[in-house]
């Protein structure tokens, strides 16, 4: 009601309303102030309507166990002279040049387009950007994008902190994350209202998320709804096999029972800002992961504008945590993909289980009857420049055997470059000991060489459902790390 009430009033600011579009990047949003690139509005527009380039790329490597050819053809139309739009498709192809155990019929690896998600993953890009003045100094922002999501985060993280959906190496996903803003002045004091939603599959078969919050004169509530409909309780044991599990269709593992878990945060936060370089504020959150556990998240959070336009920012937070037995926090975050089926592989002695699997494996049964009460906390930085780079880098600290937790992600995008990679830890102890959980790391690197060709490398340690954990192993599975490495070019044509 509060929400709903503040949307209303900020619509009905002032006069008649106007409709418009504007770039992002030119609006200073936090003062109503306009930057102006001067070499952008002395450049002559096109008379070119819709641009955009076709791709095509070969890569040979190595995928899991076996070695393998890579072909994906794409095509990307920026639609943004006509309409705030951008699009971009794509068809990953892996064919098998050796076929080593476990087998599996075909040259194509069928465990790319055995679900429904995977269909949905040819769909690269869809970007839908737009800021509409409603009032005098009122405006809607609406922001929609679809596609791979790499780092996603709600609200403050407590729940939702740095999400992937791209790690299953079986598995690719294209997500989505929409959001809705009024912000204008309300009783001569900014606010703001507005609405977020987010889904790690659009085929639903995993994370959804919506968020509400509203802000005025610098104080803001918020309530977020974090859930996976599909979250295993149970996973069936297979009977031949007594240290895996059984398998269905698409090579997932076998559940039982209920499904689902659902977890909900109430936020509390003040920003205190100069409106053009700085702001600043504390924040609280009161969590409830279903019937895991609960806890509080008490932090404080910085930001900063550098240089002439504000094109670099830089960023802290710190945060103290408190949770009851049975509470992890930022339940859903990078690894979650994997821990869904199987937290134990972060047990106590950070190894897979050798002698029997558990049918309490999956995440949540698992942190509620393993995860003690305690202490902890959170530091992160972070790094953003509006020419195209990124950086991230988190730590997490709670008892337990899912306690520490390092995350960094590094991306570049810009004409010369694209890069992204990723490293994040997760264990008992401190320090870097690689194993088949608790590991992940990314590295997706295209670099110009020539005209219309570039090169193109792609590498990590993800994690797939694998049937081959141990020599003569049986018919069952188990999820565990799995490699990718290849290497080759690609070439575009823009238009």
Excluded: C
């Excluded at 155990?101 to 790319?112: C, I, K």
């Excluded at 989505?176 to 209202?193: D, H, K, N, T, W």
């Amino acid at each position: 009601m509060v929400i709903a009430a503040a949307l209303v009033l900020l619509a009905a600011a002032a006069p008649s309303p106007t409709r418009g579009t504007a770039d992002p990047r030119e609006r200073a949003r936090m003062g109503g102030e306009f930057i102006i690139d001067a070499g952008e509005s002395l450049r002559p527009p096109s008379k070119r309507k819709v641009h955009g380039h076709a791709g095509l790329s070969t890569a040979f490597g190595v995928v899991a166990e076996d070695p393998a050819a890579a072909i994906e053809p794409s095509v990307a139309l920026d639609l943004r002279a006509v309409a705030p739009v951008r699009l971009g498709f794509a068809v990953p192809l892996r064919l098998r040049l050796v076929d080593r155990d476990p087998g599996d019929a075909g040259v194509l690896r069928r465990r790319d387009w055995d679900e429904v998600g995977d269909y949905f993953a040819v769909v690269r890009q869809v970007q839908y950007r737009d800021d509409l003045p409603v009032r005098a100094r009122a405006n809607v922002h609406v922001a929609i994008d679809a596609g791979v999501q790499r780092d996603a985060t709600l609200g403050h993280g407590s729940l939702l902190r740095g999400y992937a959906n791209g790690l299953d190496l079986d598995r690719r996903r294209t997500g989505l994350r929409s959001a809705v803003e009024v912000s204008g002045p309300l009783l001569r004091q900014p606010a703001a209202a507005g609405v977020e939603l987010l889904a790690g599959d659009l085929a639903g078969s995993q994370v959804l998320g919506a968020r509400a919050a509203a802000r005025w004169a610098g104080a803001g509530l918020g309530v977020s709804v974090v859930g996976d409909p599909t979250a295993p309780r149970r996973l069936v044991v297979d009977a031949s096999d007594p240290a895996a599990y059984e398998t269905t269709r698409g090579n997932r593992l076998a559940t039982a029972g209920a499904r689902g878990v659902v977890a909900g945060a109430l936020e509390l936060e003040y920003r205190a800002t100069d409106r053009w370089r700085w702001s600043a504020g504390p924040y609280l959150d009161l969590d409830a992961i279903g019937s895991a556990g609960r806890g509080l998240h008490l932090g404080g959070t910085a930001d900063g504008r550098l240089g002439a336009r504000r094109g670099a920012r830089l960023g802290a937070t710190a945060e103290l945590t408190v949770g009851s037995r049975g509470y992890d926090p930022a339940y859903f975050d990078v690894f979650y993909t994997l821990q869904r089926w199987s937290a134990p592989l972060l047990g106590p002695a950070g190894t897979i289980p050798a002698t029997a699997a558990t049918t309490d494996a999956a995440k949540l049964p698992w942190v509620r009857a393993n995860v003690p009460a305690g202490v902890g906390g959170m530091g992160e930085v972070r790094f953003e420049h509006s020419r195209g780079a990124t950086a991230r880098f988190e730590y997490r600290m709670r008892p337990g055997a899912l306690g520490h937790t390092a995350a960094l992600v590094v991306g570049v995008d810009v004409p010369q470059v694209s890069l992204f990679a990723r490293f994040a830890h997760r264990g008992n102890r401190h320090g870097f000991e690689p194993r088949a959980a608790g590991t992940l790391a990314q590295l997706q690197l295209r670099v110009p060489a020539l005209r219309w060709l570039d090169v193109v490398l792609d590498a990590g340690y993800v994690f797939a459902i694998r049937r081959d954990r141990r020599d003569g192993g049986g018919a069952g599975s188990l999820p565990a790390g799995a490699g990718l490495v290849t290497a080759g070019v690609g070439g575009v044509i823009p238009w």
